[in-house]
């Protein structure tokens, strides 16, 4: 099931939050009478009846469009449950376990997601191997890292592990970032799970951050992909030069706001529930190096990386650069089974080591036009590499991007595709720089001082405006999804 | 009051004073309040408000909500299903759809005027290819979209459905686009994509040498098979984008007339070919074609049907010889193929010529149509007018003529100079018939796409003295049309076609009498529905009436026939049950 899609927005989801406002109640009844009877012994889950709600929604979400692969889920759950456990036992036992466990999750990851591809990557070299009939999981690359991090962090002792099997049944298929993020920390979410104090302010700022990204992902993300897909999924020889970069530009913003779109509505709606997910995306596009664009763009992946891989290597200890390079190599592959992400994550392994001994030295003296032209240019680049898994085509394709193809600089379809979506390439753009925080910090301004509206009036101004744009929002991607067939995640399968 | 707040401030918005935490409680309660309402609003009226079923902008029917089966739940279809029924048979889909066009207008503006929907780089070909065709113009079709030049099928083009987002996972997503469709080969023509330049949509031409080439040789076969008896025509009709392409879109639109001629000049002098071409040009500023729709008009059809007639030594009724009947409010098929909202924004008339001074008895033998437009049967031949009324739904206003293709149409009229007419057509040649009533004394007009007879035996049969090839110039460069013409020549040899339904043709049984009304009254956009709907007495009258001609060897063979094939085991069960009574 995904997100942006009538079954979901209005079938399910009503569905769920009017079951969880409903145990909301069940669950105040019986911590009420749990105190009574028990004065004062608080009960380790004081959510039962919500948290039951949430897994059942979650596994009806997953079995939606994986009714068999849900099995492979609740085993891996189970798994992890256990060596959880087992990883608390003092000493070997101890590191025994979380080798066990971990080493699960990676032979789970690597059999569904990279079988074929190391199947078919042998096979070019002239063997011929049977290639293994799999599909991969939906949801599979988030769920196992997940798994990995509870696991290496109760290892660590920055989390206690959890005894109840379904509290970790929940922890990992909770379906607002079950199939495509953001990579929730246990320790983030632990507290919340066994006790939350939902609030208005949760449920206002949930829903309207989902909004907002519902907006991303429709409005934008789904507008954006007719731009790249007329360009880039064509002739990409005969492409002129102004059609290949627009076709690589509206990429570039179709995956933040697609991706992006879909964090804010996990997000939002982890908030709605009473959960607090961290932020995946932090205006990537306004960086300034490369280093910096990867501390913004999938920012949970990127930390679980550097947790999990490059600081147990050693970090900046030992052997940095290995470091650096395992890491973006692992990132690229991440991405998809496919040797354009293999490429694509050496590529900014490359940048990133780069920018370490030359550009991070000296960034203070250059100005900060020049890096940001520097930093889009090599972003812009990299999602050309990230696009086209055929390899043949991505070379036509950058012949075609430096005019090194012959073709003409213009044509007639450019041209009519750039005029035809100018207001939505502009909004795009605009939408990629901080808009909502500063607005956030100007409201925040003129409560604190006053200024020359009241704080009242400011209020309110803010509270219709914030009211005007989730009803529009709501509206226009109803409208447009009714208007669009096709509607695929990005991100699903990765 | 003029205290700067700090950084740190700003950063921590959520902290408010006490005074403030009611106000931002106040705040979240209006804003809960307004946001929920409006989602509980739509929410509500997404589930309860009435279903359509079908959509008449595209032609085609809504998904329906799955049976619910633990096989079906089990392997995921339920569900795929169930989502597809929310997502696809939206309450008041049309309006809605509507709205969203207009929506997609504020992305941007058009410049000169004009809005290319899917428009890629054509292989322009100005010199005939060399190699195997085949294979040609399926790699060359990648930058090609595909468009149904039939009515009732969705309004989406295949590229925008077939080319998924980059799914990165599966290398196949890409080359996707690259395959020839195989299974709706039937419904599917190459094009390059449609320009909207001012209110007027024209689809543009890709154009293809040597499958004209091959065209020309599958007509020239007919004139072998049907010997000297028979005058075969060769008539290969323009569509729009050739006189009103402006110079800017050139590049993407090849020349109309290159691959006319060339057609031409690849048969030899025993096939008549019929200039439509320059009659249509000479009248180019007169509204000869649609602006809403792929069609072109009863009016430019009439000049084409002059040349033929002239071309054919039969007479020919001048305009005024026809009662003009108009429907306003004309938006034909190509809203529903570009949403572009200037097509929809400025309708035009729909005008046709219904003979005067001429009778004219016309029978249908309309083909049952199952899933996917799979010819499953055929009803209980039905007589009714020629013009069938679809005023009430005016985005299927073309099937007016014979109220569509699939269908054999007689008409058998009151001339009477021993000449026999057989058109074998596509949707352009729906428009001429009518003008050619006072010029033959029978006229017969098959759909290449629905045809199942021997074509040999059944024009000998029918006695056929003249035979016209009219097909526009995208079919007539469309290796599907040669296919289907190939294989109406070799299907169906083995049984004699006679069946009692066929040889009692013209004569009208009382029970039918009352068909013609049956027929309007239908929902009349879809064809399949026209065509269901018509009566059937008996289970053994379908029986009789099913083809017995088929075999499955043949339809198996014959690519592009998938929708015969998927239903051979029928067809078969079927003909047994004739050869036993």
Known sequence: ?494 | MGKKASGAELKTVSRYPTTDRKKKRLADIVYVTVMGTAFAAIMAAMIFMPRNGESELEQRKLAEFPELTSKAIFDGSFMEDVTLFFRDNVPMRDKLMNIASQLQEYTGFRSHDIKLHNVAIAEAETMPEETETAAVTETTAAAVTETDDKQNVPSVTAAQTETSAPETSAPETMTEGTEPPAEDDNVNILNNGIAVVGTRALMLYGGNFKVGEAYADVVEKYKKVLGDKVNVYCMVVPTSSEFYCPESIMPYNASQLDNINNIYSHLSDDVVTVDAYTSLEAHRTENIYFRTDHHWTSLGAYYAAREFAQAAGVPFSELTDYDVKTVDGYVGTMYGYTQDIAIKNNPEDFVYYVPKNVDYDVTYYNYLLGEGNAIIGMAEPIHADFFIDFSKSKSSLYCTFMGGDAKITHVHTSTDNGRRLAIFKDSYGNALPQFLFGSFEDIYIMDMRYFTYNAEDYLKEKGITDLLFANNTFHATTRSTVKYYERMLTQGRTPAVTTNAVTTAPKVTETQTSTPAAETSVPPSVTETTVTTVPQTEETSVATTVLPTETSSVTAETAGSSEIASETSETEETSETEKTE
């Open chain 1, 1 to 494: 099931m995904i997100f942006a899609d009538q079954f979901f927005l209005y079938v399910f989801l009503p569905a769920v939050l009017i079951l969880y406002i409903l145990a909301g109640f069940a669950d105040k009844a019986i911590n009420t009478f749990r105190r009574k009877i028990r004065s004062g012994r608080f009960s380790a889950n004081e959510n039962p009846v919500t948290n039951a709600v949430l897994i059942v929604f979650s596994l009806i979400f997953y079995a939606w469009g994986e009714p068999i692969y849900i099995l492979l889920m609740l085993f891996s759950v189970a798994v992890n449950y256990a060596a959880g456990l087992l990883i608390t036992r003092k000493g070997k036992r101890s590191k025994a376990a979380l080798a066990a466990g971990v080493t699960f999750n990676i032979a789970l990851i690597f059999v569904f997601k990279y079988a074929g591809f190391l199947v078919s990557s042998v096979n070019s070299l002239g063997f011929s191997i049977p290639m293994p009939d799999i599909v991969t999981p939906v949801g599979i690359s988030f769920y196992t890292f997940q798994s990995i991090s509870y696991l290496a962090d109760v290892y660590r002792g920055d989390v206690e592990p959890q005894k109840d099997p379904f509290l970790i049944l929940l922890y990992i298929s909770m379906f607002p970032q079950l199939i495509a993020g953001p990579i929730v920390r246990y320790g983030t979410i632990a507290e919340d799970i066994i006790f939350r104090n939902l609030t208005l302010s949760d449920v206002s700022e949930g829903s309207f951050k989902f909004f907002i990204g519902l907006g991303k992902k429709v409005i934008l993300a789904n507008q954006l992909s007719i731009i790249s897909e007329q360009f880039l999924d064509g002739d990409v020889g005969g492409l002129s030069v102004g059609g290949a970069w627009l076709g690589l530009i509206a990429f570039t913003l179709q995956i933040y706001f697609d991706f992006s779109g879909y964090s804010d509505m996990a997000i939002g709606m982890g908030r709605c529930f009473g959960f607090r997910f961290d932020e995946n995306f932090n205006y990537p596009y306004i960086s300034r190096s490369i280093t910096e664009f990867w501390r913004r763009w999938h920012i949970s992946l990127g930390s679980f990386f550097r947790d999990y891989v490059y600081i147990p290597m050693g970090g900046n200890k030992r052997h940095q650069p290995l470091n650096i390079m395992t890491v973006w190599l692992l990132t690229g592959l991440w991405h998809g089974a496919s040797w354009n992400f293999v490429i694509w994550g050496l590529y900014f392994g490359i940048i990133v080591m780069l920018e370490k001994y030359t550009l991070l030295k000296v960034k203070d003296k250059i100005p900060k036009v020049f890096l940001h032209i520097y930093s889009l240019f090599l972003i812009i680049f990299g999602w050309a590499i990230f696009y086209f898994d055929d390899m043949g085509r991505l070379v036509k394709f950058v012949k075609a991007l430096f005019g090194a193809a012959g073709n003409s600089l213009w044509d007639i379809v450019v041209q009519d595709s750039l005029a035809g979506n100018l207001y939505l390439l502009a909004a795009a753009v605009i939408c990629s720089l901080p808009l909502g925080q500063f607005i956030k910090n100007a409201y925040a301004k003129s409560l604190k001082t006053g200024g020359s509206m009241s704080s009242s009036a400011a209020a309110a101004i803010f509270t219709m405006g914030k009211a005007a744009v989730s009803v529009i929002l709501l509206t226009v991607s109803t409208l447009l999804l009714i208007s669009g067939t096709n509607n695929p995640f990005l991100y699903f399968r990765f």
